[in-house]
């Protein structure tokens, strides 16, 4: 079946340091890749996808790259700021996972003036 | 374009009592998924359903749990005799298609406490 792993929070960051979340998957069947971001009290919404190998998605200055070689899709970004305090997800959607998409377990970001 | 609406934003019910919980999708979607998020743990699949149909309910339990997605109206998920456990956030989210690109777009969700 289908699993995500992320790497366990919270991370604390002063601002303008750079961020990496670590993702990786398992997946049966060819799968699309995401990031999604929590504020607090809200519900998620999309950051990013990549949906083929070597894709880079980005968004707000967030980057992540589909690495089929290493089944990985990290999160970067080069300098985060207070606004940017978060719970962040990493998801797939395969065929061979009916389709449904898979979660990690989410990376709280918080991130000091 | 509308996004997501779920309803209440926020419920408190007694031990024992139902709970109902109301999610209308974006416009133009026809898929459903509710999902629960309890505190420090990640979003866990319960239902995913399209209209007048449960497709796939493997992550919903076997009791006092339902679901249905009316041709009219918004989809409901229900709750009978809840229980201290049920506390948690509930969220429904909405896609336009099955295609395994397609994003999910997610309510606000509705706070669930059970006293």
């Known amino acids: 079946g289908n699993s995500v792993t992320q790497m366990e929070g919270p991370v604390t960051l002063s601002e303008e340091a750079f961020l990496t979340i670590n993702c990786t998957y398992t997946?049966?069947?060819?799968?699309?890749l995401f990031w999604y971001v929590q504020y607090p009290g809200e519900g998620l919404q999309l950051l990013l996808k990549a949906t083929k190998a070597d894709d880079k998605g980005s968004n707000k200055g967030f980057e992540a790259t589909y690495r089929k070689e290493t089944t990985s899709f990290h999160l970067e970004k080069g300098s985060v700021q207070v606004s940017d305090s978060a719970v962040y997800f990493c998801a797939l959607s395969s065929s061979g996972g009916s389709y449904i998409p898979t979660f990690g377990r989410g990376t709280s970001l918080i991130v000091h003036p | 374009n509308a996004g997501v609406m779920q309803n209440p934003r926020h419920l408190v019910r007694r031990r024992g009592q139902e709970a109902r919980l109301r999610c209308s999708p974006m416009?133009?979607?026809?898929?459903v998924y509710w999902y629960r998020q309890l505190p420090e743990e990640g979003l866990k699949f319960m239902v995913y359903l399209q209209k007048e149909n449960i497709i796939d309910e493997s992550g919903m339990p076997k009791e006092r749990f339902s679901a249905e997605f009316p041709k009219e109206g918004p989809s409901i998920l229900r709750i009978q005799q809840v229980v201290r456990g049920d506390s948690a956030a509930y969220f429904c989210?909405?896609?336009?298609?099955?295609?395994?690109?397609?994003?999910?777009?997610f309510g606000p969700g509705t706070r669930l406490t059970v006293l």
């Open positions: 997946a049966t069947g060819y799968p699309s």
């Open positions: 989210a909405s896609s336009p298609g099955l295609e395994i690109y397609n994003e999910q777009f």
């Open positions: 416009k133009g979607h026809s898929h």
